[in-house]
């Protein structure tokens, strides 16, 4: 492979086709980390995972950084690098958790109060007279260039020049307020657990395969029909009472179906497929649910919030969010052709249990590692990278639509079947990584 | 005391079909009201208001049984081999119904994909006695890491 010159974007990413050395290089992969993943707002965690004073969270917020997100004494949740400003130790280990007191590092005892700043050193004293100043942020743990929650969910930037979270999100963020708003209280929180999916292939292959819809009818096919071929001897009344029933058959939907559900791009490399319609629509309307709704919004408000109904959410580039089944996946590359998924599920505030279960079954039956779903969509990202290998061809083409895009003010509409998700998010993908990633808009 | 070989002899015959593997004969040796469940978490006690990595009852057996044999399941291209080795089986409890629980260890050998991995669990198993054998009316798989990153897996453990 030739090498790519730095900040020759142009050269790998065109109107409508890829170089293949996005998904191979390792110099790329490394680009990437600092460009994108170090400048976009990166999601953290949801605040309920933290609800009380010391409770603390740990993830990475790209594939190497350590990040804690910890609650304060005065309810605060804060973001900071999890690193000990001595020795530059790894001070929380563990996943989860609560500390009581302050957080300290198990290797010479220096501790620190929950925003991160330095508390006490064993042995102060030996410091006196070293030019050493306690109060320099540099021997604190220190917080993230910017932390921001919107509804809950904490974001999170090592950039201190990107946009505010709202900016960024654009008008993606009506997905957000949709999955809130099917709570009849209005608020959503973490609840029954998570899986970790380990995927061998690039990272984009997975936000790209979100509103690809020209695959489930094929990767989804066995299945499908396994699915259908079973229910069909059994009783009607008992194949009715299957919440199975309702959720893999439409991954069999036809491309007409999933023209009609039509795929929108905002600034950001952000999309989502859906909205009037989607594979999620016909999902029966629990009738407690739906009393607590009435109650809560009145009968047409509820209406209008069940009818915004979209399939898979992008928030480019570390999270997709499934507002009508109340599930979340957290992407993290971990090299370049490997990275993690977490499937997150959310009860909604003030509904019955049954559409908690019905998000775990979803979870279960869909994005587990065992599940009946996620292995054949990774199965064509792992062969997607291996054949990419074949010097034959340098380019990977996402054609289907071109031409065809409606730029809007704020966002651009196509047909749920075009690649116009392909183009929403390499055009973010070049801009952050020509550091200006304020074009990355779609008026560009 | 109950005679364990007989509880012995089930396990094998299913770790036996598991191995080769053919699901139809597992499927066969489960009750009409059976369950298989590979828990995400450490004594997960709630399958249904907690996530899992498997939980199916006998209708998704079925499914999942019809879908890892389709000819379109790209996953399924690949070989599935495994190899269990069973040990430690131990009768946790004798129920008044005649239902027995019991304990074993199991290690299971995976090659799938150009790859063979491992995987360590405890499992409970509900055995209905039918006469001379047993019949399963639950599976729970007990991994020494549900809460790792998992890579796909195509075959009931």
């Known amino acids: 492979m030739q090498p790519i010159p730095d900040r020759n974007f142009d050269a790998l990413v065109k109107p409508t086709k890829l170089h293949r050395s996005l998904y191979t290089d390792p110099d790329i992969f490394d680009l990437e980390m600092s460009r994108i993943w170090g400048e976009a707002w990166i999601y953290i965690g949801h605040e309920s995972q933290v609800p009380n004073s010391g409770d603390y969270f740990t993830t990475h917020i790209n594939h190497n950084i350590p990040v804690v997100m910890i609650r304060d004494k005065d309810a605060t949740v804060h973001v900071l690098h999890n690193r000990c400003g001595h020795k530059g130790a790894k001070v929380v280990d563990k996943q989860s958790g609560n500390v009581r007191g302050a957080l300290r590092c198990a290797y010479h005892g220096w501790s620190y109060r929950f925003d991160g700043s330095l508390l006490k050193i064993p042995n102060e004293q030996g410091y006196e007279d070293t030019g050493f100043d306690a109060s320099d942020p540099c021997y604190s743990m220190q917080p993230l260039a910017q932390v921001a929650s919107y509804r809950g969910f904490v974001f999170a930037t090592l950039s201190n020049t990107i946009t505010d979270l709202v900016s960024w999100m654009g008008g993606a963020i009506a997905c957000f307020d949709n999955l809130c708003d099917r709570a009849p209280e209005g608020e959503v929180e973490v609840a029954g657990g998570v899986l970790r999916y380990e995927h061998d292939c690039n990272w984009k292959f997975i936000l790209e395969n979100l509103n690809d819809t020209m695959h489930p009818m094929v990767v989804h096919e066995s299945l499908v029909k396994a699915a259908e071929a079973y229910i069909a001897t059994l009783p009607p009344e008992a194949a009715e009472q299957r919440r199975e029933a309702e959720i893999i058959p439409p991954f069999g939907a036809s491309y007409e179906n999933f023209e009609d559900s039509g795929i929108t791009g905002f600034d950001y490399g952000h999309h989502y497929d859906g909205g009037k319609t989607s594979i999620h629509a016909n999902y029966t309307v629990d009738p407690d649910y739906h009393s607590a709704m009435v109650a809560a919004y009145g009968e047409a408000r509820s209406r209008e919030i069940y009818a915004f109904n979209t399939h898979n959410v992008l928030y480019y580039p570390s999270l997709t969010i499934k507002c009508a089944v109340q599930n979340i996946r957290v992407i993290r590359p971990i090299s370049v052709d490997r990275f993690v998924v977490e499937s997150w599920s959310f009860r909604l505030k003030g509904a019955p249990d049954s559409m908690l279960q019905r998000t775990l079954l979803y979870s279960r039956l869909i994005n587990s590692a065992m599940g009946m779903v996620g292995p054949d969509d990774l199965e064509v990202y792992r062969r997607a990278q291996q054949g990419l290998q074949c010097p034959t061809s340098e380019w990977v083409e996402f054609h289907r639509q071109y031409g065809k895009d409606r730029t809007l003010t704020d966002r651009v509409e196509g047909g749920g079947t075009s690649d116009l998700d392909m183009r929403t998010q390499y055009r973010a993908w070049k801009a952050y990584m020509e550091q200006t990633p304020h074009r990355g808009t779609n008026n560009d | ?157």
């Open chain 2, 1 to 157: 005391m109950t005679d364990l070989a007989a509880v012995e002899a089930l396990l094998y015959q299913e770790a036996s079909f598991l191995d080769r593997p053919d699901l139809d004969r597992w499927i066969a040796l489960y009750t009409e009201d059976a369950y298989y469940w590979i828990p995400a978490t450490e004594d997960q006690v709630d399958p249904i208001n907690h996530v899992s990595h498997i939980y199916d009852d006998r209708v998704m057996m079925e499914i999942r049984r019809r879908n890892f044999v389709h000819p379109r399941a790209a996953s399924k291209d690949s070989l599935t081999r495994c190899s269990h080795l069973i040990g430690n089986i131990t009768l946790k409890e004798q129920r008044a119904d005649g239902v027995l629980l019991i304990e074993s260890t199991q290690h299971v050998v995976v090659w799938y994909r150009d790859e063979q991995r491992l995987y360590a669990f405890n499992a409970l198993h509900e055995l209905k006695p039918t006469g001379s054998s047993f019949q399963i009316k639950s599976k729970r798989v007990n991994l020494i890491n549900p809460e790792a990153p998992q890579r796909s897996l195509v075959i009931y453990l």
